[in-house]
């Protein structure tokens, strides 16, 4: 069967102090609550590391992140959830990648 598998990647670093604000154990809860009440009940989340240069100044910045993969979810749910996330953990942007995969439950 083919599906669109959603992978979101969200910073944990606040966008106004440049640092990490909410707990990675908080962020992780509010990405289930927030997940839950647009009916994503479902999920896969992975810590992980992202790393990148400030165009600015040219720092190289180390922020933990998330990473959660959602499969069968409608696509309107996501962007609200995405949207629900930004404010919630006072994110410039949150990353959603979209990939068209085969997949079989065995």
């Not at 993969?69 to 990648?97: D, H, Y």
């Amino acid at each position: 069967m083919e599906i669109i598998k959603y992978n979101i990647y969200i910073g944990l670093n606040d966008k106004d102090s440049k640092k990490q604000e909410v707990s990675t154990r908080i962020a992780k809860e509010e990405v289930i609550k927030v997940l839950n009440n647009n009916n994503i009940n479902g999920l896969t989340m992975y810590e992980v590391m992202g790393v990148f240069k400030h165009i600015e100044d040219g720092v190289i910045v180390f922020e933990k992140s998330l990473k959660i993969e959602l499969l069968e979810v409608k696509e309107e749910e996501v962007i609200k959830s995405i949207q629900e996330l930004k404010k919630a953990l006072n994110q410039e942007s949150i990353l959603l990648e979209k990939e068209k995969k085969e997949i079989s439950f065995l």
